[in-house]
């Protein structure tokens, strides 16, 4: 059974920082991209971040040169290290893994995901 767990969402000042973790198993995630999705009341989900099996990385516009998601070398623990946090940020951020090859942007390309971490930007 697959299984992604997120952790290391809370509370943080704007300009702060925090680094979410999203440790999955169950399966080989090597091969496929695994990314972070974000939720904000009433809106939809939206693309943050993802990273391929190549280690290619790809970001939203809007946490280009702020957030920066890495994995560890067995593959199967990725961060997001979010900088400069602005309010706006403010969500349920949701680790995700894929199964096949696509565009890395589109939520209908993961079919595994973890149950969200809060991730709150107020001072």
């Known amino acids: 059974q697959v299984q992604l767990v997120e952790s290391g969402g809370g509370l943080v000042q704007p300009g702060g920082s925090l680094r979410l973790s999203c440790v999955a198993s169950?399966?080989?995630?090597?091969?496929?991209?695994m990314g972070w999705f974000r939720q904000a009341p009433g809106q939809e989900r939206e693309f943050v971040a993802a990273?391929?099996?190549?280690?290619?990385?790809y970001y939203a516009d809007s946490v280009k040169g702020r957030f920066t998601i890495s994995k560890d070398n067995a593959g199967n623990t990725v961060y997001l290290q979010m900088n400069s946090l602005a309010p706006e940020d403010t969500a349920v951020y949701y680790c995700?893994?894929?199964?096949?090859?696509?565009?890395?942007?589109?939520?209908?390309?993961?079919?595994?995901w973890g149950q969200g971490t809060q991730v709150t930007v107020s001072s």
């Open positions: 995700a893994a894929a199964q096949q090859l696509g565009a890395v942007m589109n939520v209908r390309l993961y079919d595994s």
């Open positions: 169950g399966r080989t995630f090597n091969y496929f991209p």
């Open positions: 990273i391929s099996w190549k280690i290619i990385t």
